[in-house]
């Protein structure tokens, strides 16, 4: 009997501790939270690949349009396009960001 009000005990406490730490955590985690179109894109260009895709068609004189817009479940779609006019197919960059940050989507393609 006594051993096993000890190991009732010893549960107890390790449980307890859990608890506390991970209430600890949530009173300190710091989130990222995109919360205006700005913001996504600024967050966006912070990627290496669309660094490197902004510069690539930067280099070739190409200006770049940006656009960001939220859907209705807090997912950021931001659109980086090369302005390549008369071209009818303009290169484009797409990514999804969850507003905390997580990018979910990174694609490219023609428009």
Known sequence: MKILSHRILI???CLSTLFLGCIE???HKTELSIDTPEEA???AK????????IEAYS??????IEDASVDNQS???VRFEADVYPILEQPCLIIKIHSNGTIL??????I
Request: glycine share 12%; proline share 0%; charged share 30%.
């Open 11 to 13: 549960a107890v406490v």
């Open 25 to 27: 955590e949530e009173n």
């Open 41 to 43: 894109i600024e967050y």
């Open 46 to 53: 912070t990627d290496n690949t669309t660094k490197e895709w």
């Open 59 to 64: 280099e070739l004189g190409y200006k770049i």
């Open 75 to 77: 997912i950021w779609h």
């Open 105 to 110: 989507f990174k694609g490219g393609g023609a």
